[in-house]
């Protein structure tokens, strides 16, 4: 998935200073069933502050920036609004707050049941098995660093507003809400992984990425596409479907939008641009460009100029 393409979550209100517990990684805690959710703020700049999870957890920012990392895996790193994080159990984050005394920071956390987890990916494989026999559904601790898509920003979205409301079903939507925000972050996974063609030589869906990245310039049949992977038309959707959470059409055309925006950058001309990214006709892909976009490549292409001049 495209950085600049990142979606935003919802926020909540923070809180006032004099209602909280702590300034640093003051808690709130939400219990269901299956699900602790708790919401983090922080208004004052710390250093080498340690959470830590039993449990897996997937993680969120609202609001500000924290520069961290997770203990014994990863160097530090920046964390923003628009990116989750999946932290393995048993797992640290090691956090430094440097910009909170002007900007507070704010993000939730959804630490599971790891039996929940199990049940709901049998359940998945045995009833929902995916097209490509050598994948399977689960989730990927190693690939824990995501930039949200609507489907995953969505999801969370929903399980926020579950546990946050005064519902006597609250447990029961949120069990829905939970399995809903597994599918969507391992499908967030895949895309991830197939973008950095991780995937690119283990699976079907993964040749298939490299194969439409490496032929953006001309025509993409989809009917020739599916017979290049060895699965019928119909699978070769479920096959998107079940690993990406998108359309195989929705997916070519964000690619070639995405590789128009690397052109534009560059100061390749329009036409150009539109002919390399297997838009025919110029007119056309503009008009798709400020549909996806929201501006035109011509004021997307003057905006680029004027970031890289600063």
Known sequence: MNNNSKILLNTPELRKENQLLSLVENQTKFNLNNCEFNIYETHKAAYDVKLHFENIAFTAMLRGKKHMKLDNKTNYFDY????????????????????ADETPTQCISLSLNPDFIEDSLNYLNYHLPKVDEASQWNIQLDEYFLFNNKALASATNNIMRIAMDDNSQKDIMADFALKELLIRLMQTQARSMVEKNIAKNKSRIGFVVDYIKRNLHQKLSI????????????????????????SPNDFILQERINRAKELLASQ???????????????????????QLEGVTPKSYQDRMVVRQSI
């Open 223 to 246: 009917d020739s596409i599916a017979k290049l992977a060895y699965v019928s038309k119909s699978n070769f959707f479920k096959m998107f479907k079940d690993e990406l959470g998108t």
């Open 268 to 290: 390749t001309s329009i036409k150009e641009t539109a002919f390399q990214t297997g838009f025919s006709d110029t007119n056309y892909f503009t008009r798709v460009f400020k």
């Open 80 to 99: 923003y609004p628009g990116e989750s994080i999946l932290v393995a159990p048993g797992e640290t984050m090691v956090i430094d707050f440097p910009e």
